[in-house]
């Protein structure tokens, strides 16, 4: 094709490996790769193309992002979703759900400055008070839980999603693909299609899809996580991560208080003095050693 072909704008859809499709303004998909290494875009990206074909394209740049959802551990970063305004947290009253997990989940959600939004699926198994008694703690915080039983109703959902480029995150066997086959009947089969002509369908385990709900309202659909690394954040956006901590935070005696044993904390005081769960400071110090070990 013609070098000096125009570029066009497009929103990132779906990433299997390295090779994305890019949503053009009119709907139409290009099956798009990038120039050289570059493999660090995600859903939600907005991108500017050029053809190589009819149906096929390469990324030439991006543009700046709003947000950035990602984990990291020691070795490397994965890119979760770009430009969302929303993280759905996925749990569900059976397989049990990972309490550790959660809150690395809001404390991702804080860092990057996106909503999070609980979602307890499954709610019409008989685990489901356990499940509610543990996420009474959050709602106490002030975040939103929602209470649904995908498989028969997820009408409790929708008025969240409204306005909202949400980005579904959580472990396997939480309902996620239940929720996103309830709202979107018709993507099913469409989204197995996509896997196979992009990947030949070997990516499909680590793909990432974006949905339109409507005109104003994109749900990305993210692979379940066992884990959430949280390496690339410093010592002070943990803190804060940690929304109850902020009235307290500044007042230690020391000022590199790490907050563990060291006297005259005021985070630990907030804790004897019941403005602070045990169970929080108990994540936050678990996570604050895994970021300085030493």
């Known amino acids: 094709m013609n070098n000096n072909q125009k570029t066009l704008q497009g929103l990132v859809v779906a990433a299997y490996g390295k090779r994305y499709q890019v949503e053009l303004a009119d709907r139409k998909k290009i099956s798009c790769v990038t120039r050289g290494k570059k493999t660090d875009l995600a859903c939600g990206d907005i991108v500017n193309i050029k053809l190589t074909d009819r149906a096929e394209g390469v990324v030439e740049s991006s543009e700046p992002r709003d947000t950035l959802l990602y984990r990291s551990n020691a070795y490397k970063s994965k890119i979760l979703a770009s430009n969302v305004t929303q993280i759905i947290i996925v749990l569900a009253t059976q397989p049990s759900f990972y309490e550790a997990l959660l809150n690395r989940c809001l404390v991702a959600a804080e860092a990057a400055n996106i909503k999070p939004l609980i979602v307890l699926n499954k709610c019409d198994l008989a685990e489901t008070n356990d499940a509610k008694n543990k996420l009474s703690l959050y709602e106490g915080l002030g975040y939103d839980v929602v209470y649904l039983s995908a498989k028969e109703d997820v009408s409790p959902l929708l008025p969240y999603l409204k306005h909202q480029q949400s980005v579904l995150v959580g472990q396997s066997g939480m309902g996620k693909s239940t929720i996103i086959n309830s709202l979107l009947p018709d993507e099913n089969v469409r989204t197995r299609e996509i896997s196979s002509t992009l990947d030949s369908g070997k990516h499909t385990t680590t793909a990432t899809h974006l949905y339109h709900l409507n005109d104003n309202s994109t749900l990305i659909?993210?692979?379940?996580?066992?884990?959430?690394?949280?390496?690339?954040?410093?010592?002070?956006a943990l803190e804060l991560a940690f929304i109850e901590f902020k009235p307290f935070l500044g007042h230690c005696r020391f000022n590199d208080c790490k907050h563990q044993q060291e006297p005259d904390c005021t985070i630990i005081n907030a804790v004897n003095d019941g403005k602070v769960t045990t169970v929080r400071l108990a994540f936050y110090q678990q996570l604050s050693q895994e970021l300085s070990p030493n």
């Open 221 to 236: 659909d993210s692979p379940g996580l066992q884990e959430f690394g949280l390496n690339h954040l410093s010592q002070e």
